[in-house]
């Protein structure tokens, strides 16, 4: 029976976004089902800012980043006067199934919804941290991957010419997913993510050893560290004049920021967006309803949403040993 699909983006927005979009807009069309996208996130909900999507609209998406519905955060729809009014305008809408891709605030979002309106709900996970459960992977997650690893190429070579330490930050505000694999990828010397940072005391003095080691092996040579945001007390700063202390001065550093949300998203956040996508459109009408849509093992999995911010995704364990032996056995 054919459905009236409505499909937003929240958050932060992810390389891979569109390319989902792009996903749900062809298999609606298949489907028989009739697509709208929210703009802005779920002020859009509020405001009644939708437009009609179609192939058409959705053409040559698969390899733009950023999202093309925009997104927003939205502290008014966190209230349940926001809610209710997005539940009536998702009613005069008509919309059947609403589909969200984002990460675990936007999830909350949806659940906080499905209280108001009883459409269907369908999460898709889009978010370079990576840290939602129930899923291998998010959209978004490969490339920023990618850009950070690039990132810090281009920073080793100035710090290979000057024979300096440089520490760069990557976004992951509570998961080390990004730092761990883009200081793997790129050969760092060191990461610190929150998964097992102890203390400053006890991970200055690592550190300072590991320099210290590398130095008396190889002389003066470059020292990259990978940072997951906020995870150092006072950030990049405060790392900085720790090892200032320990009279280690020549010390650069440098945040990547928001570039590693953007760019052309890497076949792998091409692929699993719009195997999600497809398989999220799938869904639509059935019974099941407050729920995302991941992969694991390279098989579409339906996870309910509470569970995707409520349970601890762990960081891969052989990956984790493979940069703890060489941060703390290379120059041992």
Not at 60 to 69: A, K, M, R, S
Not at 181 to 189: G, P, Q, T, W, Y
Not at 285 to 294: F, R
């Amino acid at each position: 029976m054919s459905k009236r699909v409505a499909i937003l983006t929240s958050g932060g927005d992810a390389p891979g976004m569109n390319a989902c979009i792009r996903a749900v807009a062809i298999a609606c069309k298949g489907a028989g089902h009739e697509l709208v996208g929210y703009k802005h996130g779920y002020n859009g909900l509020l405001e009644q800012e939708f437009i009609s999507l179609s192939l058409d609209s959705t053409h040559n998406l698969i390899q733009q980043g950023g999202t093309v519905l925009h997104s927003a955060r939205c502290k008014a729809f966190a209230s349940i006067e926001g809610a209710n009014c997005a539940a009536t305008n998702l009613r005069k809408a008509r919309i059947d199934t609403l589909i969200v891709i984002g990460g675990d605030g936007s999830f909350r979002g949806a659940s906080h919804l499905s209280q108001f309106w009883d459409g269907q709900i369908i999460g898709i996970p889009g978010t370079i941290d990576n840290d939602i459960y129930g899923t291998d992977a998010t959209i978004g997650y490969y490339t920023a991957i990618d850009t950070a690893m690039s990132s810090i190429d281009k920073v080793r070579d100035t710090a290979d010419a000057f024979e300096r330490i440089f520490l760069v930050e990557v976004m992951g505000r509570h998961a080390g997913f990004l730092a761990l694999n883009a200081a793997l990828s790129s050969a760092s010397d060191y990461v610190i993510v929150p998964e097992f940072f102890v203390s400053e005391k006890h991970d200055i003095e690592l550190i300072i050893k590991q320099i210290k080691a590398q130095r008396a092996f190889k002389g003066t040579v470059s020292f990259i560290i990978v940072v997951a945001e906020n995870v150092w007390p006072n950030g990049l700063a405060g790392l900085t004049e720790a090892l200032n202390q320990h009279g280690i001065d020549d010390v650069r550093p440098v945040t990547l920021g928001h570039v590693q949300r953007g760019g052309s998203p890497v076949s792998q956040d091409r692929l699993l967006a719009t195997t999600l996508g497809e398989y999220a459109v799938g869904l639509v009408g059935s019974t099941h309803t407050n729920i995302m849509v991941g992969e694991v093992n390279q098989r579409p999995v339906m996870v309910p949403l509470e569970e995707t911010w409520s349970k601890t995704k762990a960081l891969n364990e052989a990956r984790v040993s493979t940069m703890k032996t060489l941060m703390n056995e290379r120059y041992s």
